[in-house]
């Protein structure tokens, strides 16, 4: 299995940024995609960023520019640095990999439990 952990959620005003980390671990084989998604009260979840293996990066729309998705493939490890923060960008935010626990076997989402982002007006 894999464990996904996040980090770096909190209480900041408009304008202000915050870091976001997520940590895998567990028997990891290969990682493919890695990203961040949201979910803000009574909202769906979203895609906010991804990136994949080699570096590709995606985000939404209404993070361009402001949020910037990275990597870190020895440490297995991804981050978002999130600035220009606006109240609609509070939301639990949740880590997700795409990634194999062995050889030859088909890769599958995991998800973290999410940390809190909120934004003060």
């Known amino acids: 299995q894999v464990q996904l952990v996040e980090s770096g959620g909190g209480l900041v005003q408009a304008g202000g940024s915050l870091r976001l980390s997520c940590a895998a671990s567990?028997?990891?084989?290969?990682?493919?995609?890695m990203g961040w998604y949201r979910q803000a009260p009574g909202k769906q979840r979203e895609l906010v960023a991804d990136i994949t293996s080699g570096s590709t990066t995606n985000y939404a729309d209404s993070v361009k520019g402001r949020f910037t998705i990275s990597r870190d493939n020895a440490k297995k490890m991804v981050y978002l640095q999130m600035d220009s923060l606006k109240p609609e960008d509070t939301a639990l935010y949740y880590c997700?990999?795409?990634?194999?626990?062995?050889?030859?076997?088909?890769?599958?989402?995991?998800w973290g439990q999410g940390t809190q982002v909120t934004v003060s007006s």
């Open positions: 567990g028997r990891i084989f290969s990682i493919n995609t």
């Open positions: 997700n990999v795409h990634a194999a626990t062995l050889r030859y076997w088909p890769a599958t989402y995991y």
